[in-house]
């Protein structure tokens, strides 16, 4: 059974900076298969970061792009979300996901299992 747990998350001022952790324990196929999403209040979850199926490469949601990076080391089964220029839009609960096959990276339904999410708070 796939865990997975994130860490990093907390208030920052904006302009700021968080990096977001996320532990995989348990079978995954790749940690290419992972990525980050966030859910606002009141709105639905949204897909901002991950991995291409068909290259490996980085995707992101145009609103991060440029301030936000996903990174992952293969060997821990970890993956990252550093954060920079943070807005007060970005505020919300950022959670890690994993699924089996490359699907469409930041497509919600892609995902199989999911973190308890970690909170981030923009303020200023």
């Known amino acids: 059974q796939v865990q997975l747990v994130e860490s990093g998350g907390g208030s920052v001022q904006v302009g700021g900076s968080l990096r977001l952790t996320c532990v995989a324990s348990?079978?995954?196929?790749?940690?290419?298969?992972m990525g980050w999403f966030r859910q606002a209040p009141g709105k639905e979850r949204e897909g901002v970061a991950g991995f291409s199926a068909r290259t490996g490469a980085t995707v992101y949601a145009d609103s991060v792009k440029g301030r936000f990076t996903i990174s992952q080391d293969a060997f821990k089964s970890t993956v990252y979300l550093q954060m920079n220029s943070l807005k007060y839009e970005d505020t919300g609960v950022y959670y890690c996901a994993a699924k089996e096959t490359p699907r469409t990276p930041l497509l919600v339904s892609s995902y199989n299992h999911w973190g308890q999410g970690t909170l981030v708070t923009v303020s200023s």
């Open positions: 348990g079978y995954i196929t790749s940690t290419r298969n």
